[in-house]
Every structure is written in structure tokens, then in C-alpha cells.
């Protein structure tokens, strides 16, 4: 199935969703990256380079785990894990921010800028920025600057300038909003890196595109481990980066069951959570240029989303999921904040692998639904990210005391 | 009378016409009332009625909070629409909804169309529907007798203006600079000449916003165009002393009151 062979006249569109729903001023901007992507996507030198520059820089292939002590506690399937926290930056964003920057460059353009939500983007841009020369700005809700200092820390010192946006909800949303008024002002020499596949079209596709290598390289790993396609494949779910990285490296097998997990955060309600599709509290909407299912009330005005994991914490979905979730090509489901925090305790604990909390909802879910599946069945999960910049989160969560006393000491040294 | 005599009659008593715009809600639907009496009073032509949406992200930080401060207030479109058949009715002013596109989409586009033909408007301005996805919307206006307000910006091609200019109606929304609503323009021969563009594509008159502030704006624009559409500036205004702030900035404009 190739998802991005448009029908005539509906280019962008993958069945309702998508499309480009922006203001006139950005119409040429946007045709000139369309026109740049398509040459890069038709240049087979193109993908070469991308390849090459993401395993000389960022260690990849990432490699495929098998998790034999939390398959046996379980007592189920067999489950492997994508190690995407294994990336340089610590998740799947370089994928998508080494691609944008190879085009940037192609563009011509000088200055980037992104929205961040946990922060992984924003630090995944400012280093792709510094590596290739560009000036850069990162736009992050004042709530996530507030509960992902340490990401903050990384993306200034590699010399990004980070605002933090204090508009609505003050989280990613208002994040995206902020690169849009930039953008709008100075794309002559700015690209705009968008971090998830959601946006106005090629956005969708173009982020697709770059995050397939996830797929790509897990198809052949697991075929070479396991010796076969797995029975499932698991995959959090914010904009749905990552998600539709790994789920096309499997989309033309007909049996894998594909599963996206989303923030289902203090449990079903509005405004309890940032579940578009597991939950039935989203509707079809048009905002941030594309149209998808979006938290929003009656009047299609947003409603507040609330998740542990910053990087799951918003009101849209990727339009492609939307499209495949429709025809049961992928199936959806949700973890709350409190069986994220028990995952993670037990990912670490019997593993020793520290998920990112947005991971950690892949884990959820697949530990979940491991026990009744058979001893010979393989589950993937997509470990999109890695848990060290969540210290502050998990510490909280988990009421650390000793961690609470290291801090207050550090206050105390810096209070001198 | 339709929108183009309105225009054309109107011109013979002054040049440029004026558009305003308030936020509905903000800071209340009561002080939107006594900013458009002021407006009335000094022969406003044209006022937008912005419906406040969540994700404004063609605003600037002015407009941006009082979207979000008038959503926070609990404004639903209903209130707007209702509003807008108050202000109809008591005004001569003509009027056109402002918004996003979502709350058209949401409520459906005949609906929408229904809805703000029942409460007495003129037009609409979504600076978020591209052309090629309004179709259907464009359409039931025509039905209507509603217009939708095309913009025309100074990043557009030429073979992009002449699109634009085939489906516009009623008047253009020319965007005199790159960026977001509120901050000031250098009104230029930069302008002038994407003006001069704008005028080679469509015969209906044109509007000129985004920074629009003091007189020298409205002679450029009464020699370059026909309609000079004032934000933001009203907005401050507003905000820094409500009546008589507001009043002494029309003034300013060079304007007298009826």
C-alpha cells in the first residue's frame, strides 16, 4: 500500500484527513517545499546521504532487543523492543531533524525553527542546527519548559534560544501556533522544522517519510532475531512520529496487529486526557493547517489535554493514522498516567531499561495484552525514547526521598 | 444594495473607507457594544466581528489574548451570531464574521452560511481556507448573496494573484506586509507596488491590513486603494483608555464624528 500516491486533485489527503489549511502568505512557502521534497524523495543520492549521516552521527541502525525477563514474568508472548532511545539526543526526533536539515540546506535557508512539547524535538533541532551551521529557535509551552528543565539546559548551551510560550494552554499546541507566527514573518530564510507528522501537507508525509528508516531497519532486525514478522506491533502516540515510523516497516503484511497508544492520562472524560481515537471525545476539526480528529468542543474550540508524558500532551493526530485507524489498519487504545508509572517501574526493574514516560504507554499496553497471547507469538514495542530527561517527573511520581533531599541540597548550594 | 454599490457610494463621501474590527467577548460583549457606537459615530463603513477560536495563529499577541481571554469568559458562537443580529440591526455599517475556519467547519457550512445570513452579515473573512478547499463554502455563498473575503499577500506570485482575483467577490483583503496582525507597516513604495499587483488582478475594491495606524496610513491607502482596515490599533486604544482612548485615536485618524 503506498499511502503517499495521492488520488488527482487531492494531493495531501490520505481519505478526509490532511490537506494544506494555511493562511495565503505561507501558499509559496509551502510550494517550494513541496517541490523540494519531491526531488529529494526522487534523488536516490538523497536518501544515501541521510542514511549514512544518521549512522555516523546518531549510531544507527538502533538496534532491536529481546526483552527475556519481562517475557517470562508475563508469561505470554515474546517481546523485542526498537531501541530509538539508543539515538544520539535520546529518541526518534533526530530521524525526522536530520532529514529537515539536509532539506533546509537544499532550501537554501539559514535560521530553523520548532515547536517542542517533552523537549526531544527542540533538543533534536538545536543539535542538527549547530552540526549544520544554522541559527535557531525553539518555541515550548511555559508548562513544558517548567517540567523539562533538563532538555531546556541542553537545547540553550548548543546555542538555540528558547522561548517559552505563555498563550493558552501554554503546551505544545500553543508551541506550534508560535512557529506559525514566526513563520509567517520570516520564512524567507527560515524552514520551519515541524516535529510530528501532523501540519499542513507535505508535513505529514515528509515526517513519515524520514521516521520510516525506524520500520525499515526493525522489519529486517526482527526477521534476523525471530526469524519472523511480529504477531504486533506496539507504538505511542502524540502527533504519531514515531508510530508511523515503525507501522510501515510493517503495513503490507496483512496479520500484524498495529497499535497505537495514546495518553490516556486521569482516565476517560473531557479535558481528563489527550486520547483522540482510543477515547470518543474527539471529533473531525481543522486547525494548525490540516484536518484530523481534534480534542474540541461544540464550537471547535480546543479543549484542554492533560498527560504525564509532555511529548503525548495534544489536541490532534497524525491525519495518515486517523485515515488507518478508520479502515482498522491500526487499532487504538490508551494508558493512563498510573499504569504508566507501574510499566515504567517494571521495565526498569526486570530489564533495566529506562523508557521515556511517552514510551512507556507503548509498554502499557503491550504488557497488558502479552499474558494472553501464546509463548511463540512476538510483540515489537517501539521504545521511541529514553527516561533520563524525565528524572524530575518519574522522582515526583515515584516520591523519591532521596531524591527530594539531593535537590533541596543542590537549592541550598545554589542559594549561597 | 449590494456590497459594491455600498463601496461606490460611499466613496463619494470620503476616502479611504474604513474597516474595523473587534473580538466578540472581549473584554465583554458590553464593551464591544460602546466601541462599535464609537465606530458608528464616525462613519466606520465596515466592521469585522472576530469569533474568538483557540488556535488563532494568524494573530498577533494583542488578538491572540483576547481570543483566549474572551474563550476563557465562556463566548460560544451562539453569543457571537446573536451579537451580530443585534449590531445589524442597529447599525448601518455593513458587517463580516471574521474567524477561523474550524468554526465553520464545525457547525457545518450551511449552517454557517444560514447562520450568518440570518444575523444580517455581509461577508466573511477566514484567513485560514485556502481557495482550493473552499469551493463548496464559496458556493453557498454566492446562493447567499455572502461574499468571502479573498486576501491577497505580497508573497503570492503573479499566476497565484490571477487565481485569487477569479474567485474573489465583493472586495480583496490586500496584506500589506509579511507577519501577523499588530505590528507597524512601513507603508512603502514596497507596498505601493504590490498594491499596483493586487490592482492588475481583480477590478473589485481593495482593502489594505496588518499595521494599519495613523492618517499618513489612510492617504497612502486613500491613493493607493480604497479601504484602510484598522486592528489592532483600535484594540490598544481600547485597552489604554476604552472611550475616550478610542475616541481621541479616531480623531487622530483625522476624522469627525457625525
Same mark, same amino acid.
Given at each position: ?242 508510530? #508511523? ?145 524525565? #528524572? ?25 | ?258
Amino acid at each position: 500500500m503506498d499511502l503517499f500516491d495521492f488520488e488527482e486533485g487531492r494531493e495531501g489527503y490520505y481519505g478526509q484527513y490532511g490537506g494544506t489549511f494555511l493562511p495565503e502568505i505561507l501558499t509559496t512557502t509551502i510550494e517550494e517545499i513541496k517541490h523540494c521534497f519531491r526531488e529529494c524523495k526522487n534523488d536516490p543520492g538523497f536518501w544515501a546521504e541521510y542514511e549514512q549521516l544518521l549512522q555516523e552521527y546518531s549510531g544507527r541502525p538502533t538496534p532491536v532487543t529481546h526483552l527475556p525477563n519481562l517475557s517470562r514474568k508475563l508469561g505470554g508472548a515474546q517481546i523485542y523492543v526498537k531501541r530509538e532511545d539508543l539515538n544520539h539526543t535520546g529518541s526518534h526526533k533526530i530521524n525526522n531533524v536530520i532529514g529537515q536539515g539536509l532539506l533546509t540546506r537544499r532550501l537554501g535557508k539559514t535560521r530553523v525553527i520548532a515547536e517542542t512539547g517533552a523537549g526531544q524535538h527542540g533538543f533534536a533541532t538545536a543539535t542538527m542546527a549547530a552540526k549544520f551551521g544554522f541559527e535557531c529557535k525553539i518555541y515550548m509551552g511555559e508548562v513544558d519548559v517548567k517540567r523539562q528543565r533538563p532538555n531546556v539546559f541542553w537545547m540553550e548551551n548548543l546555542g538555540a534560544e528558547v522561548v517559552a510560550v505563555q498563550d493558552g494552554q501554554k503546551t505544545l499546541k500553543d508551541a506550534i501556533n508560535e512557529c506559525l507566527r514566526d513563520w509567517v514573518t520570516n520564512m524567507a530564510n527560515t524552514h520551519y522544522v515541524l516535529g510530528t507528522a501532523c501540519g499542513p501537507h507535505p508535513f505529514p508525509e515528509m515526517v513519515s517519510y524520514f521516521q520510516s528508516i525506524i520500520g525499515r531497519e526493525a522489519k529486517r532486525q526482527i526477521h534476523e532475531l525471530a526469524g519472523r514478522a511480529p504477531d504486533r506491533v506496539y507504538a505511542c502516540v502524540g502527533g504519531g512520529s514515531n508510530s #508511523i515510523g515503525i507501522f510501515q516497516g510493517f503495513m503490507d503484511e496483512d496479520n500484524i496487529d498495529l497499535v497505537g497508544c495514546e495518553a490516556g492520562g486521569m482516565g476517560p472524560g473531557l479535558g481528563r486526557h489527550a486520547s483522540r481515537l482510543a477515547y470518543h471525545d474527539a471529533s473531525v476539526g481543522v486547525a494548525q493547517g490540516y484536518k484530523t480528529y481534534f480534542l474540541q468542543n461544540d464550537d471547535g474550540n480546543m479543549l484542554e489535554t492533560q498527560s504525564i508524558a509532555a511529548g503525548l500532551d495534544y489536541i490532534g493526530i497524525n491525519p495518515i493514522l486517523a485515515h488507518l485507524w478508520e479502515h482498522k489498519k491500526v487499532r487504538f487504545e490508551a494508558a493512563t498516567n498510573d499504569e504508566v508509572r507501574e510499566a515504567l517501574k517494571l521495565v526498569m526493574a526486570t530489564e533495566g531499561l529506562i523508557p521515556a514516560l511517552e514510551s512507556t504507554h507503548a509498554f502499557v499496553t503491550a504488557i497488558a495484552e502479552a499474558p494472553s497471547m501464546s509463548k511463540d507469538e512476538i510483540i515489537l514495542v517501539n521504545m521511541s525514547g529514553r527516561g533520563d530527561k524525565d #528524572i524530575f517527573t518519574v522522582a515526583d511520581a515515584l516520591e523519591d526521598d532521596h531524591w527530594k533531599a539531593f535537590i533541596k541540597n543542590k537549592a541550598g548550594e545554589y542559594g549561597r | 444594495m449590494d456590497v459594491e454599490a455600498y463601496i461606490r457610494a460611499r466613496k463619494k463621501v470620503r476616502a479611504p473607507l474604513l474597516m474595523t474590527h473587534v473580538v466578540c467577548g472581549y473584554p465583554s460583549f458590553e464593551d464591544n457594544m460602546k466601541e462599535l457606537e464609537i465606530m458608528a459615530q464616525y462613519g466606520v463603513d465596515f466592521v469585522e466581528l472576530q469569533f474568538p477560536f483557540s488556535e488563532p495563529s494568524a494573530d498577533g499577541p494583542l488578538f491572540v489574548k483576547a481570543n483566549q481571554e474572551s474563550i476563557d469568559h465562556g463566548t460560544r458562537v451562539a453569543q457571537c451570531f446573536e451579537f451580530m443580529a443585534r449590531v445589524t440591526e442597529r447599525f448601518d455599517f455593513k458587517v463580516l464574521m471574521m474567524g477561523y475556519y474550524n468554526t465553520a467547519f464545525k457547525m457545518g457550512h450551511e449552517a454557517f452560511i444560514k447562520r450568518l445570513k440570518a444575523a444580517g452579515a455581509c461577508g466573511y473573512i477566514l484567513p485560514d481556507l485556502p481557495i482550493e478547499e473552499a469551493k463548496e463554502l464559496h458556493a453557498l455563498s454566492e446562493e447567499a448573496g455572502l461574499f468571502p473575503v479573498i486576501l491577497m499577500t505580497p508573497t503570492n506570485t503573479d499566476e497565484r494573484l490571477e487565481k485569487l482575483g477569479a474567485v474573489a467577490k465583493g472586495m480583496v483583503y490586500a496584506v500589506a506586509r509579511k507577519g501577523v496582525t499588530g505590528s507597524k507597516t512601513e507603508m512603502s513604495n514596497e507596498v505601493a507596488t504590490f498594491l499596483e499587483r493586487c490592482r492588475k488582478h481583480t477590478d473589485l475594491p481593495l482593502g489594505v491590513g496588518f499595521g494599519v495606524s495613523n492618517r499618513e496610513d489612510l492617504d497612502f491607502i486613500a491613493a493607493n486603494a480604497d479601504i484602510a482596515i484598522i486592528g489592532t490599533a483600535a484594540l490598544k486604544a481600547w485597552e489604554s483608555d476604552r472611550e475616550k482612548a478610542l475616541d481621541a485615536f479616531f480623531t487622530g485618524l483625522g476624522l469627525t464624528k457625525s
